[in-house]
């Protein structure tokens, strides 16, 4: 039977991303290289599909490994979400970001050339358009220079994608740009597992909720937003994980050898209403303080979703209020 190659499929979006995938009767084989997953995840989607899911420990960048896992499946599509993705730590670290992330990608490309793989898809982000001048976000605004290496290498990505897909005849090549991702899977069993002191702002939220942080830091309160706060898309990642089995359809019957898509919501809350979700959903009162701003932070930003609602006929479903629930139903159930 032809496989679904999910790289990266016991992190946050990717284990989700699996569990849909298999919801829908695909076959799946996990890559993945516990750089920032846990091995438990497997059992977890095994749990809660009920199926059994194979996988991999394997690192994308050592290509005689890579090689004898196209040699012995055969694979008919891949989804690609391993790479690295801390921002900060991708400026102090700039090699190992450009080296993980860009040789991963050229790796499978080259088995996509070698074994007549047509159908791809990417995980990219909307760093890639920076803080844009108009709002929302539409996927004709021009990428901006990328403020971390961690971006640059969803930029150069893909390119490379693109410029392989004009190469290759057959070859469907697809960008998903998230926006900002949260909650987790409705079981509980499944979410965002951030190693040490989170960045994102969900997972702080979560863990403040749960005492494991004293107070939630919000950066920046003099935005010219309407409480002051940055503003964001955040979308629940069950949705995000839907829109990758739209995009694999649609790859199916693309014209286009490369085509790219905003995921979001459309819809901007600000850092205080994702605060005011939160307690609202959890019934606790979070202990936060108004802080500087965060260096790198854009004020806001927002998708126009309505390129993914024509061409892959998706639109995201769930609320603010589902993310934030489902995120607190994972972390409770961490402790
Ligand atoms: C970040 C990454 C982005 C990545 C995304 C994944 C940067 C510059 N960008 O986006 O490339 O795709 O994560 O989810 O890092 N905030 C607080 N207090 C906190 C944490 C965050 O106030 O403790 C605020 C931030 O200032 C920001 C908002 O919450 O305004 C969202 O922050 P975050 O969750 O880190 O996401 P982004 O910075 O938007």
């Known amino acids: 039977m032809k496989k679904v190659l999910v790289t990266g499929g016991l992190g946050f979006i ?68 391993a790479a690295f993705k801390a921002v900060g730590e991708s400026v102090d670290k700039p090699l190992d970001y450009y080296r993980n992330n860009i040789d991963s990608l050229i790796n499978l490309l080259e088995m996509c050339d070698s074994h007549n793989i047509n159908k791809f898809v990417f995980s990219s982000s909307c760093t890639v358009y920076g803080q844009p001048d108009k709002l929302p976000v539409t996927e004709s605004f021009p990428k901006m220079q990328a403020e971390s290496p961690y971006g640059n290498t969803k930029q150069i990505c893909e390119e490379i994608i693109e410029d392989f897909s004009k190469s290759k005849k057959r070859f469907k090549a697809i960008s998903l740009r998230y926006f900002n991702p949260a909650g987790a899977h409705e079981s509980g069993l499944i979410g965002e597992l951030p190693l040490g002191v989170p960045n994102n702002l969900v997972p702080f939220i979560t863990q403040t909720g749960a005492g494991l942080r004293d107070k939630l830091n919000v950066f920046g309160g003099d935005y010219n937003t309407h409480d002051g706060t940055c503003i964001r898309d955040f979308i629940h990642v069950v949705d995000l994980a839907i829109a990758h089995i739209s995009a694999l359809e649609y790859a ?54 309505s390129k993914a609602k024509e061409r892959l006929g998706w639109v995201a479903e769930l609320d603010l209020d589902s993310m934030m629930e489902s995120a607190w139903r994972w972390q409770k159930n961490l402790q």
């Open 14 to 81: 990717g284990s989700h991303t699996s569990v849909e995938l298999v919801n829908k009767g695909y076959q799946i084989i996990i890559v993945d290289n516990l750089s920032n997953s846990k091995i438990e995840v497997h059992d977890k989607l095994e749990q809660i599909t009920s199926k059994q899911i194979t996988f991999h420990d394997i690192d994308l960048t050592d290509r005689e490994a890579v090689a004898r896992i196209f040699h012995e499946n055969e694979i008919e599509s891949i989804i690609h979400f």
């Open 252 to 305: 199916e019957k693309m014209e286009e050898n490369y085509d790219f898509f905003n995921l979001g919501t459309g819809k901007g809350y600000s850092v205080i209403e994702v605060v005011k979700s939160f307690e609202k959903v959890s019934g606790l009162s979070l202990n936060y303080q108004i802080v500087g701003r965060r260096s790198g932070d854009i004020e806001q930003i927002y998708a126009d979703t």
